[in-house]
């Protein structure tokens, strides 16, 4: 995958010392050469032009370092390695070798539109914000669906938000050391003790990653739920009721929910390894008030209920039963095979094409 390594620098933007960087985006990478390029190439053609690429690589041993090497002609971007530091550690390392006053966190999984730096800057400089949360698409080969408005405790990502440096420091944030699910307490942290501002636009383009082998995903859903637990811990410590609610809803509603499959499907079952991300996940049932359960859709009730018991087989046939959806609003289907989109670089003018669609006629989507 060498192809797009001859346009991956900035162009004309390129010649000289670089100025001094309103914004950093800090990447960590390790064996992305499937995806990675597209990621830099996303950063380094920003409409802001006063940014700088912090790339922090964890060991590669793909085509990664060539493409990274091949991008560097562009001199904003700038690489550090990191062989043996987890992600978390990763980020907190691109972050501290970073200079720009705002600071903003990618990944290979995702790309940013065109403007999305831009606009974020000038959201965060207008409003004094030291926290800018932004909208997300994200495409699968079958679908595409619009995040809905970012809200306080539900979206805790990283890389769908721009921070003030020295606000960020001043608060002492940090990275879980984590391998999966760093950002997830760090991004609580960030909404609870930040001026925060929501920008109603994507800010990331999301690409679903497949082909990930059982341990693999044994390994993101232990690491997920045991965050999970220190920011369910970090909510009560608040005594802030509303909080609580709206955390648990995010949590039964969408997180929780998505990574079910790999605690219940039938070998997970029989894998001791994966009994306390069980616990884990019973807890946070359990941990829910009525009015969250209230609202909680029937096909989440069905199985939450023995979840929460304990009862993990029942729990897993009730999974497997509900039944799936015909019809998925403001989604856009594809049944094209995923390799033949890639190699035509037909889903990345899907997701382009579309968010030109909503800057047009409005932001309307489904929330993922």
Same mark, same amino acid.
């Given at each position: ?43 380094? +053609? ?30 904003? *971007? ?6 043996? /530091? ?9 972050? &501290? ?8 966190? =990618? ?7 065109? +403007? ?12 004094? =914000? ?11 080969? #079958?679908?595409?669906?619009?995040? &809905? ?49 929501? /920008? ?23 690491? +997920? !739920? ?5 920011? !369910? ?25 998505? +990574? *079910? ?6 070998? =997970? ?14 807890? *946070?049932? #359990? ?6 359960? #209230? ?11 023995? *979840? ?10 009730? /999974? ?8 998925? =609003? ?7 095979? #995923?390799? @033949? ?7 990345? @003018?899907?997701?382009?094409?579309? /968010? ?13």
């Amino acid at each position: 995958m060498h192809e797009p390594q001859a346009d991956l620098a900035g162009g004309p933007r390129s010649a000289g010392a670089p100025p001094a960087p309103v914004l950093s985006v800090v990447l960590v990478t390790k064996d992305d050469d499937d995806r990675v390029a597209e990621t830099v190439w996303s950063v380094l +053609h920003q409409s802001l032009a006063e940014l700088e690429l912090v790339v922090v690589d964890r060991g590669s041993v793909d085509d990664t370092p060539d493409i990274l090497e091949a991008a560097a002609s562009d001199s904003r *971007l700038r690489r550090v390695d990191a062989a043996t /530091l987890s992600r978390g550690a990763a980020r907190d390392l691109g972050l &501290a070798r970073s200079r720009g006053t705002y600071v903003m966190f =990618a990944d290979a999984d995702g790309t940013l539109p065109e +403007h999305a730096c831009a606009a974020a800057v000038a959201r965060a400089r207008r409003t004094g =914000a030291e926290l800018v949360v932004g909208r997300h698409v994200r495409f699968t080969p #079958r679908r595409l669906t619009t995040s &809905a408005v970012p809200a306080v405790a539900r979206d805790r990502a990283c890389w769908n938000r721009l921070v003030d440096r020295a606000a960020w420091n001043t608060a002492g944030l940090t990275f879980a050391g984590t391998e999966h699910a760093d950002d997830l307490l760090v991004a609580l942290r960030a909404d609870l003790t930040l001026r925060r501002e929501v /920008l109603d636009e994507p800010v990331q383009i999301r690409r679903a990653r497949v082909g990930r082998t059982r341990p693999e995903r044994a390994a993101r859903v232990r690491d +997920h !739920l045991t965050q999970e637990l220190a920011c !369910l811990a970090e909510v009560r410590d608040r005594q802030d009721p509303a909080l609580l609610d709206a955390y648990l809803s995010g949590v039964l509603d969408a997180d929780l929910w998505s +990574h *079910l499959p790999a605690l219940l499907e039938p070998d =997970a079952l029989t894998d001791p390894g994966l009994d306390t991300a069980r616990e884990a996940a019973a807890t *946070l049932v #359990r941990a829910a008030p009525p009015a969250v359960w #209230r609202r909680l859709p029937a096909d989440r009730l069905r199985v939450y209920t023995p *979840l929460g018991h304990g009862r993990w087989t029942r729990a897993a046939a009730s /999974l497997t039963a509900r039944p799936r959806p015909t019809t998925l =609003a403001g989604r856009v289907r594809a049944r094209a095979d #995923r390799a @033949a989109l890639a190699a035509a670089g037909a889903t990345e @003018a899907l997701v382009r094409g579309a /968010l030109r669609g909503r800057s047009a006629g409005g932001s309307g989507g489904a929330a993922s």
